[in-house]
Structure formats: C-alpha cells, structure tokens
C-alpha cells in the first residue's frame, strides 16, 4: 500500500500540477516497475494505490526501486512540489472480491504505510521473516507496532537504503543453543557421535541418512492462548536440540533447518526425506505463569506413524527439567542401551539447578533479539537484560547475554566507543563465570565469549585456550567450530584455523555454513599468503551484506595483479556501506602481527580506499 505525503496540501497549492505528476509518475515509473518485479496493481486510490505480489522479495525490490526512481526523477524539483510516497508490505491472507483485495493482509499493510517515514519502506515481520538471506539491504527493527483495528501488535522493519547500519564484516553471531532463530531459513546440522574420529571412521555424509538413528526436532506450536509471541516455543524446541546434539550415536539436526518448517502443514515423511532423519519430533507449548506443559510425539520419518506421544507437565523454577524428560524418552527410545546417560550425568553435562520460568523468558526475549543481527534491536536486547537483571541479580544467564549485546555492538562496528562495549561484556562474563558452580552451558557461552574479548584485547595466547575450552565443551559444535576459526587466524595459528573450518565443514555441507565458511577459509589463507588458493575458496561467498568479503577479495585480487576486478571488489563493499574506510578497516582489525593490517590497508589505499 502506498500513498502521497502531503496530498491535499499539493493539490491546493497546484492541482493540474499535481495530477500531472502522479499521472507521469504512475506511467513511467510505477507501470513499469510493477511489470518487472511481477506485480498487479488492484486500484489506485486517489492519492496512493495497492498493489499484489506472490513473492514479498518482488515487492520488497519493486518498493525501493519505486522509491528511488521517484527521488532521482525529481532531483531538480523544488522540495515542497515533490512527490513523495510512503510505502507499507505486509504478508498475509486476503479476501478477494469482484476485482479488490480487503481483510487484515491489506489493513496492516495500510497501516504501516501510514507509519512509514516519507519516501521510506516499512515492511511487517511476516514479511521481512520470509525476506532473510535474500536481499541486498538492511532491515533496522522498527519495534512492534499498536496498529488500528489490529489486536496483536505488528513487528515492523524500516528498509535502510544507504546500508549505513551494515556490518562491516561476516556477522558475530551470539552463540547460544538457538543460532539464528528469528530469521534463518537455511539449515545448519550439529552431528553428535562418540567421537569425532569414530564419526570419520564411519564415512557417513552429513546429511544422509544411515544406520545412527537421527531427528529433526520441529518448531513448537505455541498454545498459551495470548498475543505471546512464538519465541517461546522457539526457544524450547532449540533447547531440546541442543540437549540432543550431545547424546552419543544420534544425530540431530539444527533448529535453521527444522525450523523452515514452521507455520505449514507438513507431512513428516518427507520432511524425513529432505533432512536425512530416521524420526521428527513435533509437538506444543503452552506457558501459563510459572506452569509449563509440553506436548510431544515422536514420529517414525519413514512409517509416518507414532512412537510415542506424550504430555509432560511442570510447575515451579526449572524450565529445563521438563526438557530433560523429553529429551531422555527421545534418547531412551532412539538409542537403546543408553548406557552411561543417566539422568545426573545428563544433568552435569547440561543442566542448570535452577532457573525461574521469568528469567529463563528474559533469556529468550533477548536472544531473539540479538539473533535479528541489527543495531536496533542489539539496543533492544541490552535494555531486555537490564531489566531481567534488575530482578533477577544473580543471573549467570543474563550476564551472558547481557554481555553478547555489549560485545556485538562493538565488534559489528555499530557502537560510538567500541572499546568501553569490549570492556563492559569482559566484565560480566568474569562475573557470570565466578558464580558458584556455572553450568557447562554457561561455561561454554563464556569461553566462547571471553575468547573474542581477549583478541580485541591482543592477549592472543589467552584467546586461544578459552577457544579450545569451548570448543572442548562442545567439539561437533559446527557453528562454533566455523565462529572460533576466527580466533586462530587473528592469534597467527593458521593451521588450526583451517583444521577447525576442516572439521565445521565436513559436519554440515548446508549452503548458509558452507558460505560462511567460504568466508573463513579465503581469509585463512589470505593471511598466510596463499592468494589464489585464497581466491578458489572465496568463490563460495554469495553474501551480499557484509563488506569483510569483497575487501579481502580486493586485497587478494590485488596482490595477484589483477587491479581492475580488485577495485570492482572494492566497488561492491562502497554500495554495501558506503562511509567504508581505512580508518575503519583498521579500527575493526585485530592481529597479532600488526605488520598485517598495514599491509592490507596498503593495498586498499592502492585502489582508493579513503583514509577517512
């Protein structure tokens, strides 16, 4: 839905005018932009009109072209005798009638093309959660929106067109169990085996379905009758995965691909099929103040008929115990002669004493947050555990993710004073980690955490061994396994690096980590100056969001000679975020041979890189 900001101002002052322009700015703008990104237009409205797409990646792409062909075409016109539209996209069901579209699909898009800023995008959170991965500009969260006629609030995103809140490098993501779990729609798999050597003995390929019994674990419905969002049952799900992906002889697969799943009717048997899985796990969640109850049932992938299905209810301080039931009737069930898991070694390896229902809410709510991977919502996050801290004090949890927030701000280059985020986050995972007896989970987010610390620190030594130890806590860990490469490379352990992203790769073959993972790899061996080598394992990177790849293509591009495609590189990291410099490249580095970054800023210089 679109209209015109200050319509009937534009008509008093000039109505041939302004007729004439929309008329021009429909034909030779809107028509033909509806016609390459396949949309219809259902009626126009006098001072604005709605339009039909059946994919939101063409409406999102044909609203910014709108928007920007409509500026460009009225650069030499005076400000007040533009026109400017406001442009709102949501996804959802409508009702059609005679030749017009009406219900809440098209009111909560007019509602948020009333909100939306002048010559902007706002788009709702069904759309943008289809929209992840698959466009080239930002989404800074708008906050949930009170909109009329509409009970449930409405997730809004703000398309940033300049990109100036992008990254400037491949993301830190917050691990946690839950990996990306507000947006991702590719899939990461975590392989648990007794080992990883008796997993490569094995020779299975991840992903294929072999002789281990394996389960994709779906998202849990939400039944608590309420505007609650999903991220409860999300959080549970993944919980549960998590869990699972420690257990000897089982494979689990990953939330980012289970999760693709969501909010459709799915037959299991080829859900089992494209995963690779001998069972699915499905069921719901319903919370109701300090009251849990799970529903679940475990389903035979190949049958389509049920193991078990079970209800398993919970009341008091200890979400995770309610977890471990189901997570130990899947294992019980799958696995046979469980042998040395039992409950108490289940417990050491994963559980926590106690956690009240409330912070364990504040914990989701802030993850999903920090998850969402924008400066907007990071902000968001740091106030949700403030708040969770301020009546839960003693919370390792928060602290944890209290500290993510700080640390992420400062290392996707969103933060005024990097240093002091780098400092605060240092400070609280000391503080969680000197709680009395943390759990291994806790352990393990702190090691992880405190290794990225320590290497903006320049302690690299230090880095290294609180990447081993996380890495330790959970060694088929593929995300972690992919993230911590980061550490070797800054530290100088090149080798290991590459042996890590070895290990992450032959674990999961999924596009999104294997993209990553291209990412890691070419700059492994950038660094250790074997450039075309460098090059080839660059090839995999497709992302179009972050500036850290194609600057170090260009950097590589360069040191072979081949200058004209290393500034088109270069090219390509100035319409990602176009105030890049060597300032920045320089202020977001961290080696232990300084002599490194120098050089890099050389060859960015050489292709014209400003200093500032």
């Known amino acids: 839905m679109a209209d015109v900001v200050g319509y009937s101002r534009l008509v008093e002052q000039d109505e041939a005018g302004t007729l004439s322009a929309l008329k021009n700015l429909r034909y030779d703008i809107l028509d033909p932009l509806l016609s390459d990104h396949r949309g219809r237009m259902i009626k126009l409205l006098g001072d604005g009109f709605l339009a039909e797409f059946a994919s939101v990646v063409d409406a999102v792409n044909c609203a910014v072209a709108v928007q920007k062909q409509a500026a460009a075409g009225q650069a030499e016109i005076a400000p007040e005798r533009r026109i400017v539209l406001r442009i709102g996209i949501n996804l959802g069901d409508v009702v059609v009638e005679d030749h017009d579209l009406l219900g809440d699909g098209v009111n909560i898009a007019a509602r948020l093309e009333q ?17 992840q991965g698959r466009f080239g500009l930002p989404l800074d969260y708008a906050g949930e929106q009170q909109v009329k006629n509409i009970a449930r609030p409405v997730r809004a995103y703000r398309v940033d067109f300049d990109g100036t809140r992008q990254p400037w490098r491949m993301r830190f993501r917050p691990y946690s169990r839950r990996l990306r779990w507000a947006a991702a729609l590719a899939a990461i798999v975590l392989v648990a085996g007794a080992s990883w050597s008796a997993f490569m003995r094995s020779g299975a390929a991840p992903g294929s379905t072999s002789n281990r019994p394996s389960v994709a674990v779906l998202s849990f419905d939400d039944m608590s009758g309420n505007s609650a969002p999903t991220y409860y049952g999300d959080g549970v799900a993944e919980d549960i995965i998590s869990m699972l992906s420690r257990v000897p002889d089982l494979k689990v ?11 459709r009717p799915v037959d299991v048997r080829q859900v089992g099929k494209e995963l690779g899985v001998t069972h699915v796990l499905e069921g719901s969640i319903r919370k109701d103040a ?9 389903i035979d992938a190949k049958t389509g008929e049920h193991v078990w299905a079970e209800r398993f209810d919970r ?9 471990d039931e189901v997570t130990e009737k899947i294992v019980a ?48 996050a740091r106030q949700v555990s403030i ?39 240092g400070a609280l995972v000391r503080e969680a980690l000197a709680q009395p007896a943390p759990s291994p989970m806790e352990r393990r987010l702190g090691h992880f955490l405190s290794a990225f610390i320590l290497s903006t620190e320049r302690k690299f030594e230090l880095a290294l061994g609180e990447a081993e130890a996380a890495i330790d806590l959970s060694p088929h860990d593929v995300y972690m396994l992919a993230a911590l490469s980061q550490i070797s490379v800054m530290a100088g352990n090149t080798e290991q ?10 674990l999961d073959a999924n596009p999104e980590i294997s993209q990553e993972l291209a990412v890691y790899r070419g700059w492994t061996l950038a660094v250790s100056g074997k450039y075309e080598e460098s090059l080839a394992a660059f090839s995999g990177d497709h992302d179009t969001e972050s500036t850290f790849g194609p600057v170090m293509r260009a950097i590589v591009l360069n040191r072979l000679g081949r200058t004209e495609a290393a500034a088109a590189e270069l090219g390509k990291a100035l319409q990602i975020d176009p105030k890049f410099t060597q300032a920045k490249w320089r202020e977001l580095s961290f080696y232990s041979d300084p002599t490194i970054v120098e050089h890099e800023i050389a060859d960015l210089a050489s292709l014209g890189l400003p200093e500032k």
């Open 497 to 506: 690096a590459l042996e890590w992203i070895d290990r992450a790769a032959s």
């Open 115 to 131: 909100l939306c800023e002048p010559g902007g995008v706002l788009i709702s959170g069904t759309a943008y959660d289809h929209l």
């Open 387 to 425: 708040e969770g801290l301020s009546k839960f004090p003693g919370s390792a949890l928060l602290k944890l993710e209290l500290g993510y927030a700080y640390f992420v701000r400062g290392w996707n280059g969103w933060s005024q004073d990097p240093t002091a985020d780098y400092r605060q986050a």
């Open 315 to 323: 009341s008091g301080t200890d979400p995770w115990a309610l977890q």
């Open 290 to 298: 300090d009251r849990l109850r799970i529903v679940a049932q475990l």
């Open 253 to 263: 697969v990953a939330r980012n691909s289970s999760f693709t799943y969501k909010g």
């Open 333 to 380: 069930d799958l696995v046979g002669d469980i042998g040395t898991l039992k409950k108490a070694q289940y417990r050491d390896a994963w559980g926590k004493d106690s956690t009240s229902l409330q912070e364990y809410d504040y914990y989701l709510r802030a993850h999903d947050l920090l998850t969402r991977l924008q400066l907007e919502p990071t902000e968001q």
